[in-house]
């Protein structure tokens, strides 16, 4: 397939700002929604809405059946050996606050430690921080060096017999290098430690497999990959699952109720309390299955890569931009890229860039610690997504030194 | 200049641009112009809260009157203040206190920045409002 043909997927890609063709490079943020994801969130509103499980009636049955029927897609995108591994949430934020709360009440004490990297995304770190508070536990950080890289050699000094956990981004925000995630895990389990993966920005452009990663717990967000926003995904093994307690009390996670005591409904129910996202959870079906076709078109992948090439060299080898995230090996680098620009404010170009019809982030990207570590107080980030075509990477790079000459 | 005439001579410079690039340009152009600010006065008690980038103001009182000095790390930021107390310094602090600021709409500063940049606009008119009302008998 040709960007082109992606693109008429895509309604909002036409819409011009300022009078200017729209050129959508903050995915990274979120992405756009085919009209395959909007078709699906229209028709559960328009003839499947009814609350979940709860009632015999056929509206109920048929809503139930495409929220169920979503779960077994996402089994299946992320090759869990069980439905009830699937775990729905409001995001990837909503699924991580879930695991911190729920495995550190079951196995995490005064003393006991949690490993993070300083790459993650404050959504990876903040609910670790309220957790250690709680408990009295330490958060551990793995540094990185000035490529953003850690050693894995250092991972290994950091883990103790008091580790409880080790959470960690499959893909950076602000990098744009993928993990060893394989290896981690696999160091990690040497020593009994359960490995938390932060899928935000993994499960858009890596093939994931959860039984060959071999991960306890992996997280992800449908806004970033075409689903309507509202549907986070939590995949966690069955067997720490059942030993975790609920997260939130409420309706539909209840197996009876007394005021003697009240037991738990079975995975994965326990963890989804009250009314779900009963019209946006579908949405997943359509959009994973477009992702995938994405994924595996050696077409789209074809011109990713050149654009990727053409970025990243047009970053490097600019007199006036320091770039991060620059991994040893090409192919850990996915199409994201961070940069500063010598006496240029990240906030002016952005917002010269947007009058251009650029969409791009501009801040410290909800990585402040990352921000510190790399001497900087934000950066611009320009992210790709398959339905990005190389006229619009050109155009961006044209743009940007006409941004930088008017303020230099 | 009383600040009528100041607020009037602001409007009828910025109504000279029609193209949000000679905008940003004109902006770009008084954060340039802008007297240095000394590092030492670049303190956390002198940083405006609520902008993406980072905005000093002071203000001293001469003869009853409040002038003020600025900085900011962004350059079209640097600009606006610049363009802000371009307007109110050297005047009376009960005057500036008193102030609606409107004028700011009607040179489309508002429409023409991003939602965290039209915060950081009000963060920095609150800002010389409430040293104002401190400053005023």
């Given at each position: 397939m040709k960007p082109l043909q992606l693109r008429e997927q895509f309604p909002i890609l036409d819409t011009k700002v300022y009078g200017k063709p729209l050129v959508y490079l903050d995915n990274a943020a979120t992405s756009q929604r085919p009209k395959s994801v909007t078709e699906a969130f229209v028709k559960s509103c328009n003839s499947a809405n009814s609350n979940l499980h709860r009632a015999v009636h056929k509206l109920a049955v048929d809503a139930t059946d495409a929220y169920e029927n979503a779960r077994r897609r996402v089994q299946e995108f992320l090759g869990a050996a069980h439905p009830e591994e699937i775990v729905f949430t409001s995001g990837a934020t909503?699924?991580?606050?879930?695991?911190?709360?729920?495995?550190?009440?079951?196995?995490?004490?005064?003393?006991?430690?949690?490993?993070?990297?300083?790459?993650?995304?404050?959504?990876?770190?903040?609910?670790?921080?309220?957790?250690?508070?709680?408990?009295?536990?330490?958060?551990?950080?793995?540094?990185?060096?000035?490529?953003?890289?850690?050693?894995?050699?250092?991972?290994?000094?950091?883990?103790?017999?008091?580790?409880?956990?080790?959470?960690?981004?499959?893909?950076?925000?602000?990098?744009?290098?993928?993990?060893?995630?394989?290896?981690?895990?696999?160091?990690?389990h040497q020593s009994g430690v359960p490995v938390l993966v932060d899928g935000a920005?993994?499960?858009?452009?890596?093939?994931?497999?959860?039984?060959?990663?071999?991960?306890?717990f992996y997280v992800?967000?449908?806004?970033?990959?075409?689903?309507?926003?509202?549907?986070?995904?939590?995949?966690?093994?069955?067997?720490?699952?059942?030993?975790?307690?609920?997260?939130?009390?409420?309706?539909?996670?209840?197996?009876?109720v007394k005021f003697s005591g009240s037991t738990w409904a079975k995975l994965p129910g326990k963890f989804e309390a009250g009314t779900q996202n009963i019209n946006a959870v579908p949405t997943l079906v359509p959009a994973l299955?477009?992702?995938?076709?994405?994924?595996?078109?050696?077409?789209?992948?074809?011109?990713?890569?050149?654009?990727?090439?053409?970025?990243?060299?047009?970053?490097?080898?600019?007199?006036?931009?320091?770039?991060?995230?620059?991994?040893?090996?090409?192919?850990?680098?996915?199409?994201?890229?961070?940069?500063?620009?010598?006496?240029?404010h990240h906030e002016d170009l952005a917002l010269i860039l947007d009058k251009m019809g650029i969409a791009l982030r501009s801040g410290q990207m909800c990585a402040e610690p990352l921000m510190d570590r790399l001497g900087v107080t934000g950066l611009l980030r320009a992210s790709f997504a398959p339905y990005n075509t190389m006229a619009e990477a050109e155009y961006f790079t044209k743009c940007l030194d006409k941004a930088i000459e008017m303020l230099v | 200049?009383?600040?009528?005439?100041?607020?009037?001579?602001?409007?009828?410079?910025?109504?000279?641009?029609?193209?949000?690039?000679?905008?940003?340009?004109?902006?770009?152009?008084?954060?340039?112009?802008?007297?240095?600010?000394?590092?030492?006065?670049?303190?956390?008690?002198?940083?405006?809260?609520?902008?993406q980038s980072r905005v000093w103001l002071d203000a001293d009182v001469r003869d009853g009157r409040l002038w003020f000095t600025a900085d900011s790390d962004a350059i079209i930021?640097?600009?606006?203040?610049?363009?802000?107390?371009?307007?109110?310094?050297?005047?009376?602090?009960?005057?500036?206190?008193?102030?609606?600021?409107?004028?700011?709409g009607e040179i489309g500063l508002r429409e023409n920045l991003s939602p965290t940049r039209a915060n950081g606009l009000v963060s920095m008119i609150n800002t010389i409002k409430e040293i104002s009302r401190l400053r005023s008998k």
């Open positions: 909503a699924a991580i606050n879930l695991v911190a709360y729920s495995f550190g009440e079951a196995f995490v004490g005064e003393g006991d430690e949690i490993i993070v990297t300083e790459a993650e995304h404050h959504s990876n770190i903040v609910p670790w921080q309220l957790l250690c508070e709680r408990k009295k536990a330490m958060l551990k950080v793995l540094e990185v060096d000035d490529n953003g890289e850690f050693q894995i050699g250092h991972l290994k000094e950091l883990i103790t017999h008091n580790t409880r956990l080790m959470a960690v981004t499959h893909i950076s925000n602000v990098l744009g290098i993928e993990n060893p995630v394989r290896e981690i895990v696999e160091i990690c920005q993994g499960a858009v452009h890596r093939r994931v497999n959860v039984r060959e990663l071999d991960c306890d992800f967000s449908g806004h970033k990959l075409f689903a309507a926003s509202g549907t986070g995904v939590l995949y966690g093994k069955r067997l720490l699952l059942d030993a975790m307690p609920p997260f939130m009390g409420g309706g539909e996670m209840i197996e009876t299955d477009l992702l995938e076709e994405c994924l595996k078109d050696a077409e789209l992948a074809e011109n990713q890569e050149s654009i990727k090439k053409y970025i990243y060299d047009f970053l490097e080898n600019h007199p006036r931009i320091t770039q991060y995230g620059r991994p040893a090996e090409h192919e850990r680098k996915v199409p994201l890229f961070s940069f500063k620009v010598e006496g240029a | 200049m009383t600040l009528e005439e100041r607020k009037n001579k602001v409007v009828e410079d910025f109504s000279l641009y029609d193209e949000w690039l000679d905008r940003y340009e004109y902006l770009i152009e008084l954060g340039k112009a802008l007297e240095p600010f000394p590092e030492e006065k670049k303190t956390e008690d002198r940083l405006i809260k609520g902008c930021t640097k600009g606006i203040i610049s363009l802000l107390i371009s307007v109110y310094s050297g005047l009376a602090p009960e005057e500036i206190a008193d102030d609606d600021f409107a004028f700011i």
